[in-house]
């Protein structure tokens, strides 16, 4: 299943660089999630965007930056990060709605290290 | 807050024995509640899902059952394979949040050849 892209796969970075993750859906989802996964702990959300509009920020530090510039593509700006930031970093969509009971679908993630 | 709590954080099993995977949660205006198999290495991947209106739901060698009462679900796999062996996560979705889910901390199962 390619419905949601996510690039680059891998990404090292120093701590004071800058790096931005994309992903793109091609499933015609209204709704877009980034989530953070590290070793041996449950899926984190961090933001929640639909029709473009962020619905959610789960108290997250401000060197990651979302970008959600349609409802296609969104975007992870990262800056001054800390080797604790050193994760999985998912990306999923979604058909949301009040009515609508649909499962999100996942990327492969864009695997960081901090060094 | 929202929240869903995941029994057990491991699991061995035989081949050819039944698993069980345990999740409760805390917002009783929960309803809907999907199920993700994690392969190493690879994707969350929806494996079942079962809405608050329904009490079970069966696809093959996999079944889900929902206790609205007393907040828990469960997932059941019969005649485990070695290709089920992943880490398994538990979701709700609040109503009143309909585009969030709550994810549990996952169930690693392992299927013993």
């Known amino acids: 299943e390619t419905g949601v892209t996510q690039t680059p796969r891998h990404l090292v970075m120093g701590m004071t660089n800058k790096k931005s993750l994309k992903c793109e859906q091609h499933?015609?989802?209204?709704?877009m999630y980034w989530y953070k996964q590290s070793a041996k702990k449950p899926l984190e959300l961090m933001f929640v965007?639909?029709?473009?509009?962020?619905?959610e920020n789960n108290s997250v530090p401000s060197r990651f930056s979302p970008e959600c510039p349609n409802s296609s593509h969104l975007f992870l700006h990262l800056h001054t990060l800390q080797p604790e930031d050193s994760a999985l970093y998912l990306c999923?969509?979604?058909?949301?709605?009040?009515?609508?009971?649909?499962?999100?679908?996942f990327g492969d993630g864009t695997r960081l290290s901090i060094l | 807050g929202e929240n869903v709590e995941q029994h057990p954080s491991t699991l061995s099993v035989q081949e050819g024995d039944s698993a069980v995977i345990k999740c409760t949660y805390s917002?009783?205006?929960?309803?809907?509640f999907p199920w993700y198999k994690q392969e190493l290495g690879k994707r969350p991947q929806l494996i079942i899902d079962?809405?608050?209106?329904?009490g079970e739901k069966k696809d093959q060698r996999i079944a889900v059952t929902l206790n609205k009462t007393a907040k828990h679900f469960s997932l059941h796999i019969t005649e485990t394979q070695p290709e089920d062996s992943a880490v398994y996560f538990c979701?709700?979705?609040?109503?009143?949040?309909?585009?969030?889910?709550?994810f549990g901390p996952g169930t690693s199962l392992s299927v013993i050849p």
């Open positions: 999923a969509s979604s058909d949301a709605g009040p009515l609508r009971y649909q499962p999100q679908h």
């Open positions: 499933l015609g989802h209204n709704a």
């Open positions: 965007y639909n029709f473009k509009e962020q619905t």
């Open positions: 917002d009783s205006a929960s309803n809907y």
């Open positions: 079962i809405r608050s209106n329904v």
């Open positions: 979701a709700a979705r609040m109503k009143t949040s309909y585009d969030k889910v709550i």
